[in-house]
């Protein structure tokens, strides 16, 4: 299998758009990395580069060591899975599976190797005869993962290939392609706007926005170490609150006013915050670090109005108004809350966060990129 490494890469297209600025990641062998970001932000456009589906404007790509920037897609050695499945509809499901080996003119008895072992791991060996038009939108998808899985590629490119599925049979291709990934030990990467499949599948979260890569790490640092504002709203769900607050000194203590109600930050974001003395800061707390108590907290409480109550089963989601902003949060089922109920909860600060308001970045921690 292979590394991948992107140096400096950028790309403009045609018109003067710049889809990609300077994006430098480097993919582990068998590592499974997901570039996630909104509609836009160019992780299309990126795994296209290495696909070489898109000439590179500015930077170096590499494979195993090799630069790829001007070597031809078929000479890649990799194998994309799009979101449209791209199956040619008057061909079988062998056939489609088959396609791709046999333009390379790989002997016939291997070609028949190669895929019914594909088969045999997706589970469709009972499907090769149909065409695609015969098969549900999952098995297109299985079919369409068989043809890059028979090409033994070194490299597997996915893009959104779960977006035209139902919830429920993502959530099902989204283990199997994890499972995959742990059978086949190949390196893959994987496009998406869906921060839950970005966390649930990868080793490794590339978070782009217009055109910039934000931050790279595992999902569980991205989730607890946020570099700015919009990692730290675009990873979680429910997504993290933010209420804007003013810092204050009072009796010799830094206090988060929100106008409501006082927060007491830790003392290390204490240390931190002194510089914002006087100013407003984002202060960002994730739905369930908000702890519902039946007494306020002292110097610690944030009391709140419920406005909507989403009873989930194993939990319920809470909107809760301040008198000028609003948050989510997440609390046991048991608790019986009416609508226009004020509840008191307590911020766990340790998991709070605060953000510059100028530069939306992360004040109170020293935060690696990886
Ligand atoms: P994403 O995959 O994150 O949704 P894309 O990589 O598809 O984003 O697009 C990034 C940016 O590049 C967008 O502004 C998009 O409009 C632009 N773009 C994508 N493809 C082309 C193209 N062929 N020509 C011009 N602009 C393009």
Redesign the pocket.
Known sequence: MAKVELKGIG?V???N?R??DNANIVVEDQEFVVFV??????????L?MVAGLEDITEGELYIDGELMNDVPPKDRNIAMVFQNYALYPHMSVYDNMAFGLKIRKTDKAEIERRVNEAARILDIEKLLDRKPKALSGGQRQRVAVGRAIVRNPKVFLFDEPLSNLDAKLRVQMRAEISDLHHRLKATMIY?T?DQIEAMTMSDKIVV?KD?KIQQIGSPLYLYNHPINKFVAGFIGSPPMNFLTVKIVEKGGKLIADEGSFEMTPTEEQAKTLKSYIGKEVSFGIRPEDLVFTKTPTPNNNMQMKISVIEPLGAETHLHLNTKTQSVIAITAPDNKFQIGDTANFTPQMEKAKFFDRETDLTICEVVKSE
């Open positions: 790309k297209y045609d018109g758009v889809a990609v970001g909104p509609s836009g932000c160019g992780k299309s456009t990126t296209r496009v706007h782009m055109g």
